[in-house]
Every structure is written in C-alpha cells, then in structure tokens.
C-alpha cells in the first residue's frame, strides 16, 4: 500500500447505476486528484482539491461529481455514465500543489 | 494541447542495457519535472525528480539528464533488470501548480 487507498479495485455498472468511487489518505498531504486513465492516453487530470475546496475542474461532464468531505477522504459519484467512461480512475495526494503525488492503485471501472 | 511530449511509445531492451526514455516540454516556467514507474495494477509511484537548477540527477540505477535551453529532459536507466519493466511517465509543473504528464512509455526488459 503507498497510503492512499481507493476502493473498489475493480467496478461493473450499467449506464443508468449510480455508485460511488473512494480515495482515502492519512499521509497528512493538503492535495488531493482525481485522474482518468485510458489506453494510450495521457493521464487526464478530473478534479483538484485542496484544503477540501475544489480549485480545478478540467471540464469534467456533470455525471462525474466529486466529494472531498475533509483533507482525508475524496469521492467520485458516478451516474449515467457511458461505455466511454470505462477506464481506470486514479486519487493521487501531495503535501501541496505540485509537489510529488502519492497514487493509490485505481479503481478499474467497466460501464456496460 | 499537450504540453509534454514524451517518447517513445514502448522500448524493449535486453537485461543489462540502458534504456533512455525522452520528454520534451513546452512552458519554460515549468519548474518540476518528476518521473513515474507504474506497474500492472498499481498507480504510478514516484521514480525521481528533478529542479531546473541541476543537470543531471542519479538516485542508484536512475538518472535524470536536464537540458533548460533545449527544454528536454530524459530518463536513463542502468543495468536494467527485467524487473524494471513497467510504464514510465514524464510530468512537469510550474510554481506548485497540477502536474502535467506525458503519454507513458511501456518498457520491456527481456531476460
């Protein structure tokens, strides 16, 4: 473990579920990411937060909704999601803004 | 716009070789170029980084080579070990801001 866990590892939804992605770190970092990883693709950044506020959303379609309820924990609600979606979703954390990140494993998402 | 441009796309070298993996950037205000090695499965983990005001970086079989006025900069890897085989990302920031990555570079090192 590298200190940010994300569950699940590995999720199947259809395109009309909700469900909810996790992130959590208790590496005391001030900074945490949502990143979007496909095929041949460079990692694509989602959300930022830092000290719990969102300071970027890098036009993020509405049916990705993140939550960062503390310095600790982040979320990636999910509803309505396309095929398109389906790739591997990345939480990463650093001490501040680019510094080094800290990545969990991911969570492998499947949209049938 | 892809502000990171990294090369090549995949490399396989045989046990014992260097494999040298490059990126090129854009933003001359960028200030932080780290590298990532990411193995089947996992995230990306941080490899080694380096600031503007150095040349050139060794963390034991790991060296960064800087190149400011030819805004490049590449990783080198001695006496690789098929153990090394992983995806490789380039990534570089500016002034503590969101790290921009390049493409990623699948390596194969054969026994």
């Known amino acids: 473990e590298t200190g940010v866990t994300q569950t699940p590892r590995h999720l199947v939804m259809g395109m009309t579920n909700k469900k909810s992605l996790k992130c959590e770190q208790h590496?005391?970092?001030?900074?945490m990411y949502w990143y979007k990883q496909s095929a041949k693709k460079p990692l694509e950044l989602m959300f930022v937060y830092n000290f719990k506020e969102q300071t970027e959303n890098n036009s993020v379609p509405s049916r990705f909704s993140p939550e960062c309820p503390n310095s600790s924990h982040l979320f990636l609600h999910l509803h309505t999601l396309q095929p398109e979606d389906s790739a591997l979703y990345l939480c990463?954390?650093?001490?501040?803004?680019?510094?080094?990140?800290?990545f969990g494993s991911g969570t492998r998402l499947t949209v049938v | 716009q892809q502000q990171v441009k990294q090369s090549p796309q995949s490399l396989i070298v045989q046990k014992g070789g260097i494999p040298i993996i490059n990126c090129a950037y854009e933003?001359?205000?960028?200030?932080?170029f780290p590298w990532y090695q990411q193995f089947p499965g996992k995230g990306p983990a941080l490899l080694i980084a380096i600031r503007p005001d150095v040349s050139e970086k060794k963390e034991g079989r790991f060296t960064i080579s800087f190149n400011k006025s030819a805004k490049q900069f590449s990783l080198h890897i001695m006496d690789s070990q098929p153990g090394d085989s992983a995806t490789y990302f380039c990534?570089?920031?500016?002034?503590?801001?969101?790290?921009?990555f390049g493409t990623g570079t699948r390596l194969q090192v054969f026994p």
């Open positions: 990534a570089a920031s500016r002034d503590s801001d969101k790290l921009i």
């Open positions: 990463a954390s650093s001490q501040q803004k680019g510094d080094g990140y800290t």
């Open positions: 933003n001359t205000a960028f200030d932080y």
């Open positions: 590496l005391g970092h001030n900074a």
